[in-house]
T-cell receptor
Framework: GAGVSQTPSNKVTEKGKYVELRCDPI?????LYWYRQSLGQGPEFLIY????????DSGLPNDRFFAVRPEGSVSTLKIQRTERGDSAVYLC????????????FGPGTRLTVL | AQTVTQSQPEMSVQEAETVTLSCTYD???????LFWYKQPPSRQMILVIR??????QNATENRFSVNFQKAAKSFSLKISDSQLGDAAMYFC????????????FGTGTRLKVLA
């Protein structure tokens, strides 16, 4: 595809449930980022992949959050035992992974935990 | 740890006028990149302009230019001839040039353009 896509665009779940959020990066982009954006805030870094491996996962808030990118393309952000505080827009971005890279963002997934 | 601060939650500008958005950052690194991103109400973030810290010349992209003051750790965005389509949230971001390519964003400035 021409850009980064994310599915679903909206997700409503109940407290305690498990959710998966998907990101399809731009074809050929080796770097992939996940961010969380709360209302009125800037994107907060969660995790960064270079290829299949997580190069930096220091932003994951706790062990309920996990992300994978098994084939170096599509990535899934997984949240276990969701809490109301997890409600936010989850953004994905990809880049060519070079030092001069430019991030291209997806439209985000709005997660609402009731 | 690096931080990025945007002290203007909201700014307004008359159409066709010029506006400057402020950003300061804190880092102990010498090599890094700075960015301004635009997020329209539709939510998708797009890159406006990028500055490499090793370059003394300020970056420009059409009506958008930056004033990069490395010693002062300041990185402001100037928008000339403002247009209605410029209305959006603007985020300043920092990225190290060594180790992780983790980005750190400021809290954003909402720009309103008045007709």
């Amino acid at each position: 595809g021409a850009g980064v896509s994310q599915t679903p665009s909206n997700k409503v779940t109940e407290k305690g449930k498990y959710v998966e959020l998907r990101c399809d990066p731009i074809s050929g982009h080796t770097a992939l980022y996940w961010y969380r954006q709360s209302l009125g805030q800037g994107p907060e870094f969660l995790i960064y992949f270079q290829g299949t491996g997580a190069a930096d996962d220091s932003g994951l808030p706790n062990d309920r959050f996990f992300a994978v990118r098994p084939e170096g393309s599509v990535s899934t952000l997984k949240i276990q035992r969701t809490e109301r505080g997890d409600s936010a827009v989850y953004l994905c971005a990809s880049s060519d992974g070079l030092a001069t890279d430019t991030q291209y963002f997806g439209p985000g997934t709005r997660l609402t935990v009731l | 740890a690096q931080t990025v601060t945007q002290s203007q939650p909201e700014m307004s500008v008359q159409e066709a006028e010029t506006v400057t958005l402020s950003c300061t950052y804190d880092t102990s690194e010498s090599d890094y990149y700075l960015f301004w991103y635009k997020q329209p109400p539709s939510r998708q973030m797009i890159l406006v302009i990028r500055q490499e810290a090793y370059k003394q010349q300020n970056a420009t992209e059409n009506r958008f230019s930056v004033n990069f003051q490395k010693a002062a750790k300041s990185f402001s965005l100037k928008i000339s001839d403002s247009q209605l389509g410029d209305a959006a949230m603007y985020f300043c971001a920092y990225r190290s040039d060594s180790g992780t390519y983790k980005y750190i964003f400021g809290t954003g400035t909402r720009l309103k353009v008045l007709a």
